[in-house]
């Protein structure tokens, strides 16, 4: 992931190693603290730091309470010691790449309802990565007779995409493995953290299938974000509904991106919101880039018939919120 601020972009050191960069001369914590100082008149740059800070690890999940001087302050330091690289290039098309959370706490949900796009582009040519072993190939579920989409076909065009596969050989090796039908069908999908188990509702086209389990190991690997969103609305670092809404939204956006980059490369973006399509081809700030996804994803997209933010407002009020 890169965010810029002002003229300059800024990534972690680790995420830069495998990209063809220009990476400006290490400034000085004094340096970068005058050129952080930019990002307190945005909104979207200060969300970018915080989302950069939180993946970079060392600070745990107190990063999302602390004050604005204090986060630039943080930066600046990571910035002196390297594990921030600040990088003066345009941003490359697609960033790398999480989601939604069903009524019953702690268990990740269906993607929100697309509305089909329109034009169809070439897809973008890709890194090969190692595959993973073909889960769905390997263990259907359907018994003899038992209607559904063909899991086979469904893994089959999966595996044509490098970027969904690498996704599926990082998840796998973590335990989580795909396991048929969904026990609730008012969802389309769904993971369980905890019994690292991905469903899909098997009255899905396989072509839907097949995306809804990239969207779904995307959900896998954001699992711990969620929890930790979780354990702060439980101890009450979060109290606030519209706050808890408003992080889980944040993956949210980043599954949905993900999903549609995905699609792009099997030439299925006819299948994708065509507002989402066009901000993950055509828009270089990763900031608003989330920002597009998320106006989509909270004015079209739909979870049990309500919109995600309020999906989740709901959720907040009947697991966290303090009973009067």
């Known amino acids: 992931m890169r965010y810029r601020i002002g003229k300059r972009w800024i990534q972690l050191e680790r995420d830069a190693r495998d990209l063809y960069i220009s990476t400006s001369s290490r400034p000085s914590r004094e340096e970068s603290l005058r050129w952080l100082q930019s990002a307190k008149d945005d909104v979207f740059a200060l969300a970018g730091l915080r989302d950069l800070l939180a993946a970079e690890g060392s600070l745990g999940r107190s990063i999302f309470l602390l004050r604005d001087d204090e986060l630039l302050r943080i930066a600046a330091d990571l910035i002196g010691y390297g594990r921030i690289v600040v990088t003066e290039d345009a941003l490359p098309r697609f960033a790398a790449p999480s989601s939604s959370v069903s009524s019953g706490a702690g268990r990740m949900q269906s993607e929100p309802v697309d509305r089909p796009a329109q034009s169809r582009r070439p897809a973008a040519p890709v890194k090969t990565p190692s595959f993973a072993t073909p889960v769905a190939e ?187």
Do not use: C
């Not at 606030?240 to 490369?265: C, G, L």
């Open 138 to 324: 390997i263990t259907g579920t359907r018994g003899s007779g038992e209607s559904g989409f063909d899991e086979r076909k469904m893994y089959a065009i999966f595996a044509r995409s490098k970027t969904a596969v690498a996704l599926e050989k990082e998840m796998t090796k973590l335990g989580y493995k795909y396991t048929g039908d969904v026990t609730d069908h008012g969802y389309s999908a769904y993971t369980d953290p905890k019994a690292k188990e991905i469903r899909i509702n098997k009255n899905k086209t396989a072509q839907e299938a097949a995306l809804s389990y990239a969207y779904e190991l995307q959900n896998a690997k954001n699992g711990p974000h969620y929890n930790a969103i979780f354990d702060d609305a439980r101890s009450g670092l979060i109290s606030d509904r519209a706050e808890f809404a408003q992080r889980i939204m944040n993956y949210e956006a980043e599954a949905i991106e993900n999903r549609a980059k995905i699609a792009i490369e099997l030439g299925l973006e006819d299948t994708q919101p065509r507002d989402v399509v066009a901000a993950v081809r055509d828009v270089a700030d990763p900031v608003e880039r989330k920002r597009l996804i998320l106006q989509w994803a909270d004015s079209e997209g739909k979870i049990q018939d309500t919109s995600p933010s309020e999906h989740y407002k709901k959720m907040f009020d009947d697991n966290f919120a303090k009973k009067k």
